[in-house]
């Protein structure tokens, strides 16, 4: 739920409207990046960027410097930062997609070019950057397609080579889907195996023979297709991820530990699949398998956050049982369950509305603070819409969506300082509700306010 409120604000703002110094300063960094003046651009950027901190055009063009300059990593953040500061801009979009791309982040620059095709439908090179992007994580039915449309739109004579390129991944990707094609309809005929819930003691480690969750026990009859290996068992797990069926990429992830019981990504990639499912028990038990078994230390440190966010979940469930029908607070949940779908659909006003109501059956109600924060930053009711969060951060401080709220709030409200000691808290929460994608933003935009020499407060705020 508190993915719904504080983590959609960046995107209800818009761009910030850039000052005459600003744009001038902008215009500059044009003009050098035109010419390959890398440096005299940057810091033409950065001086756009401390005149006007959320200047869209400026971030996008700080992040075709970095990218210039090797720096890929940094330039994602930048593009990202733009992609933050006005969600229309195709440049950054096409931008974070090619830098994305070329940095070996296939999710993320398919990600980018699937929003920019949506924004540019008529430009094909976002549909070969789709189709590169794809490819890279071995989805070979939409890569096809992208590459389709790329070849359909493409007529300028320059691009021919890149036409004949796509036409070869085609043929290459086609191929492959045949073959794939005839390995599931072997493993289709195998015989399947009876559902079982799992019971008694704990396998031993590195054991096949754990019984499997209904959820995942059909898969082990995939392990059995001749020719079957884990490798091409998590590519398959993969796609039914990305395609939203978290239960079928379980399955495969399975079936590739029947074949590898200690391959570390299937582990954890299995416990990303039973964690969508709010099997948070069988999650944890993947990933604290992965901190024994892999070689890895950041991996292992990943794993075990996992671990440690899963526990907290289940913790939280547990401590708090839904509420008796009648109640105060099961009506303060229906209204607040009815404020976050209009949220969703971005009808704020009535979201205000009935998270009101929520909050007028239950004042101790955190998450509709939170949710009702979000709503008024759609409103751009931002006075409101910090005292909100900050309500919610009083009423549950153990939170991380309230800080990001605070600091879209805040920003907006030009009280940069606030902003970034706010942003500088969200990245380095370690909140059961955090993400990894917002913490990046939260980065990014600390570091543009401390380029803009604005100072963050080393108090922490009042709860």
Do not use: C, H
Request: aromatic share 8%; glycine share 6%.
């Amino acid at each position: 739920m508190s993915s719904v409120t504080a983590l959609a604000l960046a995107a209800l703002l818009g761009a910030s409207s850039p000052s005459p110094q600003a744009r001038a300063a902008f215009q500059r960094g044009e003009k050098a990046l035109e010419a390959g003046q890398l440096d005299e651009a940057a810091q033409a950027y950065q001086e756009a960027l401390k005149a006007t901190p959320n200047y869209a055009e400026a971030l996008n063009g700080l992040g075709s410097v970095l990218f210039r300059q090797g720096k890929r990593a940094d330039a994602m953040a930048k593009f990202q930062a733009a992609i933050v500061a006005d969600p229309g801009m195709k440049l950054a979009y096409f931008n974070l997609g090619y830098a994305a791309r070329k940095n070996g982040d296939f999710v993320v620059a398919a990600q980018a070019y699937e929003t920019y095709v949506k924004l540019d439908p008529s430009d094909p090179d976002g549909y070969y950057g789709l189709g590169e992007s794809y490819r890279g994580q071995g989805k070979a039915e939409p890569a096809v397609k992208a590459y389709q449309t790329y070849i359909s739109l493409e007529n300028r004579p320059s691009e021919q080579r890149f036409v004949e390129k796509a036409k070869e991944y085609v043929a290459q990707l086609k191929a492959q889907q045949t073959s794939g094609a005839s390995a599931a309809a072997v493993a289709a005929s195998a015989p399947a195996v009876p559902a079982t819930k799992a019971a008694g003691p704990a396998p031993a480690p590195g054991s096949s023979a754990a019984a499997l969750p209904p959820s995942t026990a059909a898969a082990a009859s995939v392990a059995a297709a001749p020719g079957a290996t884990a490798a091409a068992l998590i590519t398959e797990g993969d796609r039914a991820l990305a395609a939203g069926n978290a239960a079928a990429a379980a399955q495969s992830y399975q079936a590739a530990l029947q074949l590898e019981p200690t391959n570390v990504e299937a582990l954890f990639k299995q416990g990303n699949a039973l964690a969508k499912q709010k099997d948070y028990k069988g999650a944890i038990e993947k990933w604290e398998r992965v901190v024994q078994v892999s070689p890895d230390p950041a991996t292992r440190q990943s794993a075990q956050q996992n671990v440690d966010k899963a526990r907290a979940r289940l913790s939280a469930a547990a401590a708090t049982p839904a509420p008796a029908a009648g109640t105060p607070q099961a009506t303060a949940r229906e209204a607040y369950e009815r404020g976050v779908r209009l949220v969703v659909s971005r009808d704020y006003a009535a979201a205000v509305q009935a998270l009101t109501e929520a909050l007028a059956a239950d004042p101790t109600l955190a998450v509709a603070y939170t949710a009702r924060g979000s709503a008024n930053v759609g409103l751009r009711r931002f006075y409101e819409a910090a005292a909100d969060y900050q309500d919610a951060l009083r009423l549950d401080p153990s939170r991380a969506s309230p800080l990001y709220g605070l600091a879209v709030a805040y920003a907006a409200l030009g009280r940069t300082a606030d902003a970034r000691t706010y942003y500088e808290r969200y990245a380095a929460s370690t909140a059961p509700d955090v993400r990894a994608d917002f913490q990046a933003t939260a980065r990014s935009k600390s570091a543009a306010l401390a380029a803009a020499g604005v100072g963050g407060s080393p108090t922490p705020p009042a709860r």
